[in-house]
């Protein structure tokens, strides 16, 4: 890159710099110091778990575009998964999808043992596979539907954690990111599964982040609000429901899948070295109490 002296805003680039720029969004320029912060996270080995649609997609490309290798986790969209691979290829990075049902233990177990194989042992795990489950109310519902809940969003993320962890520990190094949801805080009647299960994914991630702290492992949640993808479509499909949601947001819009996949490359990398143990929301204010804008 060539500086015109004198002009520190303007820049003479080669096609192949303007292409880095463009593609590298995870990065800011303070022009006064004349220095560069970069999210950079080349070298590292990240599993994504669900990233074949949805947040997922989204925290796995930002991930390729800040550097990393990543394995794209699906359960039952192999096709949507190998369309993210080729993005991310298409976009110059490097990506492999992997099957296994997370709330399995023998799959989670076979999932981490196939991606040492192709890849080498994980440095970033993002526990992000989860379900909303039905809407259902409790003495009205079917007890395997809440089990089913908990399984995929709390024993899924358990059982990943324990297979990161034997990989990370001894390499004293890591960083597990748990999406948790802004309903680990607010309450969700009809989604007593979901919500439980969120809530002590914001606890395990806790414990877990003390559990580690010695180990150069860190261990964070993002709480999403609510997020446009195909989790929430029947809600954001609908004029009237739309207008319900966006008034329990503080800001006017719905949350976009790149307001995660920004959180999650800067949790992943040494700019968060010192934050473990917490949640990061990302929802636009929705759990500020929205109503109490207006008076009270
Ligand atoms: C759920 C979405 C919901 C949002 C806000 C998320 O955790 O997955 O379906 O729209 O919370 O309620």
Redesign the pocket.
Known sequence: MTLLSGQPFVAILSYHEYCLILRCDAYAMDLDKKSKVIIDLTGKIVLVTGSSSGLGAAIAKYMARAGAKVAVHYHSGKDRADEIVNEIKKDGGFAMSFYGDVSKKDDVMKLFSEIDSSFGPIDILVNNA?I?GKRELVGDDVPEDWEKVIQVNLMGPYYCAREAVKRMKPRKSGVIINIT???EY?P?SGYTA?SSA?AGLSMFTKALAQELSDYGIRVVAIA????KTP??KD?WGNPESLKD?LD?IAMPRLGEVDDIGQAAVFLASDLASYITGTTLLVDGG?ALYPDFKHGG
């Open positions: 989860g909303d949801s802004v309903h607010v969700w979901y969120k999403p609000g609510a997020i989790i929430n809600v949601l329990k929705m």
